[in-house]
């Protein structure tokens, strides 16, 4: 409403039709496919490049119209509220970052030689009220249909969302610049290495996911081999992020402790499977193939292009913190983050999880073991970290399982992970 | 759409110093870039420098983006903001009000230094550039400058629309130009076929060189605008693109390097004999591009041929010494079904997983097409390496190459063993 009055009210005189129609183009199609920034939720699109060229190139009433185009984009997954909303959105953002723009001294029209360097700072007041208008519109729209809370925003991704807004207004200026000389080819220039990288942008996204789903999709071809083990490496990962998250690990570190804790057990399969399903006592060079796995397990990553912090927590998950671990001895604080990390996940998941020799425990009695174990096999802070996470996440127990009929199943009789049934071995006693 | 591996299959034991190991279309090329870039500091030295100042500031950009250069897949080493800027020198008419009267020769010396000067930190800690790719993003911004100043400095500068229209065919000539020499070069030292090569330099280039060409021609026209201060905003926009194009190189060799590693499970798990998964991917990738397979197959033959064995991670046994050529048929089918099964699981890699399941049917089935060309050449690869394994022996391989010959036919394509033999004979 606001914006049709604005629209209606103010003065046309002197606005070129075609730059305002160029525009309007423009905007409607960055409209139609906006970029994502990281985030699923979190999209800018070019159009704001758009709506900020027309400030300068049109000034108030003309940013409106090229705001208000954006009713006529062509999303499927966008009902005709939502589009008028944005419309009207975009409208009102651009007329009043129009008249802030002339109320700071700028000047309508095609910068000529001696706008340079007089529009700069009209031109940031223009960019920071159309984004701090379009955020606020928004974030009025959430609280009234409820989907977010009146106080408690999260600021950060708000803020990763302004910024990339203010980035985008700024190629605004950029498309105006030379439009004095070229007319619309400057749109063309400016805004075709953008579209480049938002292609390249889509297409790490869509290889970080298969890269994601290849490792699961091959790990779990490595769990196949033990019929109670399936699902572990997944399940370790996502409690290795769930601990990673709650100690405040910023955002690149948990993707690779993901990995890590999907990766962590990969070198079982270098030990022989008669070891792994062996029912009596180790011998002392049974145990020794078992210590030697995490040392496997990465000198398969290793070539891997990981942070040396993955590979550290895949080769030390099994060291505990009083130094009676293997294959290193470490202790305290010589035991990597993540090795100390995955460790608690690890441990948490085989206890919760069926095996041959016994049931499943249930979450409680997890919790329970890890506890008494804190101090001398885990790190206590992330013990407290991570059931802290499991009250607040939950946690996803695998289905009991049933070995299948037949005479060759195989199964496991002794579990390495399993710290409340440690591996016997025959001349030292329990391990 | 890109590459795997670099180029050639590489000879181990025979190290040879860098310069030995380019080939001729390569020598050629550095050795004209460096007589035009000497002809053209002669020639500056000569009648001096004009404007210094803008000269120094497009060097100085030039330097940073050989600076931040990066590498495709594919083993292209890129730098889109050096290229920019080079570009926009070359196009550059007027500083504000001071018209920009720079000869070609004096762009082609500023593009040198600034490429040399970037190249510097390279080199003071160990990386070598690729030589040949830096004569071209030398070569291509100087074909642009002596195209286009002598005809900018025509009358045609007051009429706008003209002029950029000049401006973007000279770029888009240099692009191509830039284009087809890569391909030669690179189907010279990848033996592959010009066409297929000229194709997937196309694709992998195109984005990288419109977005070069067009900052470069924005640069050149707001500096019209707005003076030096152009430079420094007017390359925001590739920023933007460079940093993209670095993230997606980046998760792709990330990619690349995970599926090797991973495949190496099923050797220390003890189900085939060490190093043989990599060695049917080198064969296999060998013969693919004999084959005048593009990057984009040979990067998918790459993945099946590195991950043809897993399903053999589902056997309770492994068979004796991996080998699966020596399996049974039908054992050979359900290793290749329980593999492609694994692959499926991703729930991306379709092709792939097509091409393992396949591997192991004849050439000639009594029913139904023959399986795809990737297929084809794993099996062959895939028998050729159990047979001959990480032996060296020239006879054991000559009798191996013999025996698949005559098996095949019926059994293998014959097309594809005869590109095994020129691999092979590569390699020795």
Known sequence: ?431 | MSAPASAPVSRPGRQRPAWQSLDSAQLLLIAVAGMLVIASVTQVGAVGLKDSRTAILFGGLIAVGELLRMIMPGNREVAPIASAGALGYALLLRVGSEPATHSAFQAVTVTACGTLIGALPHIAVGRIPALDAMARRILSPALVAFVFRPLGHSSLRQHWPLLITVMALTVMLACLAEVVVAATIRAEAAHTRFGIALGDEIRAKMPLCASSGATGMLIAVSMFVMGPVALLVFTAPILVTQVAFRRFAGIRATYLQTVRALSRVTEVGGYVETGHSRRVSALAVGMGRELGMTEEALLELEYAALMHDIGQLSLRDPIPGGATVLASPSEQRRIAGLGAGVITKTGVLHEVAEIVRRQSEPYRAAEGSAPPLASRVIKVANAYDDLVGASSDRDRSAAVLERLRGDSAAEYDPTVVEALGHVVDRMR
Request: one cysteine or more; aromatic letters at 8%; a negative charge.
């Open chain 1, 1 to 431: 409403m606001l914006a049709a009055w604005a629209i209606g009210t103010s003065s046309f005189e002197g606005i070129d039709w075609t730059t305002l129609a160029v525009l309007a183009l423009l905007s409607v199609i960055f409209e139609s496919a906006p970029a994502l920034l990281n985030s699923k939720n979190a999209s800018v699109s070019l159009s704001y490049s758009a709506g900020l060229a027309s400030v300068v190139l049109l000034g108030p009433a003309g940013a409106a119209i090229v705001g208000a185009s954006a009713i006529l984009a062509w999303r499927r997954d966008m009902g005709l509220v939502k589009r008028l909303f944005n419309g009207a959105q975009f409208a009102l953002a651009g007329y009043l970052s129009g008249v802030v723009y002339i109320a700071a001294g700028g000047t309508t029209g095609k910068p000529s030689d001696g706008s340079f360097p007089g529009i700069i700072e009209p031109y940031l007041g223009a960019v920071v009220t159309y984004v701090a208008v379009n955020l606020a519109l928004i974030g009025v729209v959430l609280v009234l249909t409820k989907t977010a809370p009146v106080w408690g925003f999260r600021w950060r991704p708000i803020g990763n969302l302004a910024a990339g807004q203010l980035a985008y207004g700024m190629f605004g200026l950029l498309v105006a610049a030379p439009w004095g000389l070229i007319g619309p080819f400057s749109a063309v220039l400016v805004l075709l290495p953008m579209l480049l990288a938002r292609w390249a942008f889509e297409q790490t996204s869509a290889q970080q996911q298969a890269h994601a789903a290849t490792i699961a999709a091959l790990c779990q071809a490595v769990e196949t081999k033990d019929y109670y083990t399936r699902g572990h490496s997944e399940r370790v990962s996502r409690g290795s992020a769930m601990i990673a998250q709650a100690i405040g690990m910023r955002p690149e570190r948990v993707g690779a402790i993901r990995y890590a804790g999907m990766l962590h057990d990969v070198g079982k399969l270098g030990v022989p499977t008669k070891v792994l399903q062996k029912s009596g006592d180790l011998t002392e060079e049974e145990f020794a193939a078992i210590q030697l796995h995490p040392m496997r397990g990465l000198e398969i990553v290793r070539e891997i292009g990981f942070l040396d912090e993955a590979l550290a927590g895949i080769m030390h998950h099994h060291e505990k913190i009083d130094g009676t671990g293997y294959p290193m001895g470490l202790a305290g604080s010589e035991i990597p983050e993540f090795a100390r990390v995955i460790s608690v996940a690890d441990a948490f998941d085989s206890m919760t999880s069926t095996r041959s020799y016994r049931a499943a425990r249930s979450l409680e009695e997890g919790i329970a073991e890890l506890r008494r174990s804190a101090g001398t096999h885990f790190d206590p802070g992330l013990v407290e970290a991570f059931i802290a996470a499991l009250e607040s996440e939950g946690w996803t127990q695998p289905d009991p399982v049933a070995p299948p009929e037949g005479e060759d199943v195989e199964t496991t009789q002794q579990d390495h992970d399993d710290p409340s049934a440690p591996l016997r071995v025959a001349s030292e006693g329990v391990r």
